[in-house]
């Protein structure tokens, strides 16, 4: 079993910022590609930001130039550093992860979602 544990969402004001982390743990061989989604009221899920565990990321066009997602992969931690938030911008959070487990499975899981919600 794989578990991604998230955390950091919460109340911001329209230009603050939130930092989300996601930690996975569980049955690890290697941690592929991890990365973000979001979900708004009444929206399709979305990608919001990806991270190879080699090579280039890759972001949604809306959230660029204010969005950073970095990987700790000691840790198997993703973060999303959120700067200059939006009151489109909420959603809840998702965290991804491309899994091979230690019975060689290659597997997508879940994190059970963050709120982000940007108000004054």
């Known amino acids: 079993q794989v578990q991604l544990v998230e955390s950091g969402g919460g109340l911001v004001q329209p230009g603050g910022s939130l930092r989300l982390s996601c930690a996975a743990s569980?049955?690890?061989?290697?941690?592929?590609?991890m990365g973000w989604y979001r979900q708004a009221p009444g929206k399709q899920r979305e990608l919001v930001a990806v991270?190879?565990?080699?090579?280039?990321?890759n972001y949604a066009n809306s959230v660029k130039g204010r969005f950073t997602i970095s990987r700790d992969n000691a840790k198997n931690t993703v973060y999303l550093q959120m700067n200059s938030l939006k009151p489109e911008d909420t959603a809840v959070y998702y965290c991804?992860?491309?899994?091979?487990?230690?019975?060689?499975?290659?597997?997508?899981?879940w994190g059970q979602g963050t709120q982000v919600t940007v108000s004054s």
């Open positions: 991804n992860a491309l899994v091979i487990t230690l019975a060689g499975v290659h597997n997508t899981y």
């Open positions: 991270m190879p565990s080699g090579g280039s990321t």
């Open positions: 569980g049955s690890i061989f290697r941690v592929n590609a």
